[in-house]
């Protein structure tokens, strides 16, 4: 018997829809605080710097470093068990905020320049991936 397994998706609200449709449009896109300009990544209600709810969107360059990094060993849903071993890295953004997201390339080392890599998951989804960004 063959099983298809699908990975699940994060559900998308009023809040998120403009980030996921950036995505889907090949942008990364920062939420902006209205009151205060903070950037922020991932999309939240409230801006961490002075709990506006006031909220623009940004399209950021995709160029950051490295800030840390993760192999995963172990898969916390099915749909991601044909993937293992797989690398998460988080990244500061050059524009500010950190981001997470997967890895393309050889084991990454803090600090190493990188690009962000909008990759089409299936039909709806994008996923946000990052790799070299030249040498470093």
């Known amino acids: 018997m063959t099983e298809t397994v699908t990975k699940p998706e994060p559900p998308e609200s009023a809040l998120s829809a403009p ?11 920062l939420q902006a605080c209205g009151a205060c300009g903070t950037l922020r990544h ?29 192999v995963a060993h172990h898969a916390f849903h099915v749909g991601f068990r044909d993937e293992l071993p797989y ?3 988080t990244v500061d953004l050059a524009e500010g905020p950190r981001a997470l997201g997967r890895w393309r390339g050889a084991t990454p080392r803090i600090g190493l320049a990188v690009k962000a890599i909008l990759r089409q998951a299936d039909a709806a989804a994008v996923e946000l991936w990052f790799e070299p960004d030249g040498e470093a």
């Open 42 to 70: 991932y999309p939240r209600l409230l801006c961490s710097a002075c709990f506006s709810d006031a909220v623009s969107w940004r399209q950021a360059s995709g160029h950051g470093h490295v800030h840390s990094w993760t």
């Open 19 to 29: 980030y996921w449709q950036g995505l889907r449009d090949g942008r990364l896109l």
């Open 87 to 89: 690398t998460l890295v």
